[in-house]
């Protein structure tokens, strides 16, 4: 073949196959714009909104048996807008050091708006227990060790931070010092704009009439409650807080109901689910309902923490039976 008809057949070959990956990419974006519509127009009759809790992936982000990592955190935001959600909530062992990390942070809040995803929290752990007793250096240390992740938030665009409330001595010095350290920390956290919610997350905190005066007593506009409809357990066998058998537990729908006056986010925690979609621990209906009935209207966090399906198959399962009872209720 002669050079010019070579370069003359080429060129229309490659116009071709340009014209061809134009259409394609035309096409996929189409149905990606025709699923986010779709998705849209499925959310739009519900009540509240969908966020996704970091800790759904966390096997996959690293905390599993081989430490291997599949999911990158840079990459939750995008992962989150593939299964379909609007907002995620951040937990701060997967970027423990990153906290003052202003460039990693940036990174973390473009690939957010790349996406259009909402950065709603930090759930924040490890930071040093806030309800104890018997140091007050101690505990002071722990309300400021805070501090630099509220100001994370708030360089991300979040709403709160959620911290745990845990501690010793009675229930009544408990409260006082819970008191106290919310009242402290809340107090930091306005001049950020940002909340400090609190998630029942075992011992006094899964005590729902405990908790919920607690709220009630340190009455401030920027700190609430984050439900959580799993985590109810208030005392495990040889005083363990993770891990052990529940041998004292309060009573989840009352708990929630008793949490809903103070709530800025709900956790919809899931374990396992039947062959109806169902979760076989938590009747979903009724704890929407009560969600429903305490007017929320924000965003409700899937958590599955199940290990019967894939993160992702019990992530997609639990969305799944949130849309369903949302219509239906």
Known sequence: MKRRNFIRKSSQAALGLGLLGSMNLLSSCENSAEESAQQAEQSADLF????????????ALGLNDDKKVTLEHLDFAAKARELGFEGVEYVTHFFQDKAEDEAYLAEMKKRAADNDIQSLLIMVDGEGDLAITDDEALRTKNIENHYRWVEAAHF??????????????TPGAMAEAAKDSLTRLSDYAAKENINILVENHGGMSSNGNWMANVMKEVNLKNCGMLPD????????????????????????????ELFMPYAK?????????????????????????????????????VEYEGSEHTEEEGVKLT?????KVGREI
């Open 156 to 169: 991300l665009g979040c709403h709160s931070i959620r911290v745990n409330v845990f501690g010793t001595g």
């Open 48 to 59: 509240f909104k969908l966020s996704l809790a970091q800790w759904s992936f966390h096997k």
């Open 229 to 256: 409809f799993g985590n109810f357990c208030v005392e495990r066998e040889d005083g363990e807080r993770w891990g052990a058998k529940c041998i004292k537990e309060f009573d989840k729908y009352e708990g929630v």
């Open 319 to 323: 969305k799944a039976l949130l849309e």
């Open 265 to 301: 986010a709900v956790s919809a925690k899931s374990y396992n689910f039947d062959a109806d979609g169902n979760e076989t621990v938590i009747d979903y209906r009724k704890m929407m309902k009560i969600v429903k009935d305490g007017g929320y209207t924000g965003f409700v966090g």
